[in-house]
């Protein structure tokens, strides 16, 4: 008798006591309830990117309104990006740092999308010659020192179109802006009309379009996907 109520009090006193499971839906519901961070721009979350590096300057701060600052870099001029009211919610930015900054299309001048930090999609170390990233980029062709992508890159199955600005004194003449650099980077002209030129290398074609000078409106860089009229 003894012996069963000592084995029944070690059945009792030794069997480990269960441990409850962290619930799944509760880690996915934090997750998925995360406050957004500021610094991280939404067209960097996917393949297809532009952005704008340089020296931060004339910084004000958005709130309910918007707010701006600008970016200089060698050789381009100084370029005015807009943010987006409530987009830094108010916080500042260093005047005077080195930042690469995320941009989409705006008008009168384009659109902050986040900080592209070192390491990042996006980011140009400091001192490179140009001081601005695209993704997708073209193809056999890295843009002159004065110009910078400002909006996402538009890509269709036929072909992909860039906006750029390569400053005030540059916008109102893109053929004479990007043919020296073409030229120089082994593009050979096939093709001139009133308002664009088309550039072949290899099997890869570029046509160079003027803007029309209207506010938020850039010269447009277009590669094809396959070689056509007039490069043929």
């Known amino acids: 008798m003894r012996a069963l109520v000592v084995l029944f009090i070690c059945i ?35 393949s297809t990117f532009a952005a704008v590096c340089g020296t931060v300057s004339n910084y004000v701060a958005d709130g309910t309104q918007n707010g701006s600052l600008v970016l200089s870099a060698p050789g381009r001029e100084p370029l005015k990006l807009t943010i987006p009211a409530g987009r830094l919610g108010g916080g500042g930015v260093g005047a005077g740092s080195y930042a690469c900054v995320g941009v989409l299309a705006g008008v009168p001048s384009p659109l902050f999308d986040g900080f592209a930090t070192s390491g990042t999609p996006g980011f140009v170390n400091p001192g490179t010659v140009p001081a601005t990233a695209a993704s997708p980029a073209p193809t056999g062709f890295v843009l002159p020192a004065a110009c910078a992508y400002v909006a996402t890159p538009v890509v269709t199955a036929d072909q992909t179109d860039w906006k750029i600005d390569c400053g005030a004194s540059n916008n109102n003449n893109a053929r004479g802006t990007f043919g020296p650099a073409l030229a120089q980077q082994g593009w050979t002209s096939c093709g001139v009309d009133l308002a664009a030129a088309q550039w072949r290398k290899s099997d890869a074609m570029l046509s160079v379009t003027e803007s029309s000078l209207a506010p938020g409106d850039y010269p447009r860089l277009t590669q094809f996907a396959r070689v056509i009229a007039p490069c043929l």
Do not use: D, E, I, Y
């Open 12 to 46: 009792v006193a030794c069997t480990p006591s269960s441990v409850p499971t962290p619930s799944p839906l509760r880690s996915a519901t934090v997750a998925a309830t995360a406050a957004p961070t500021p610094s991280v721009g939404a067209s960097r979350a996917s």
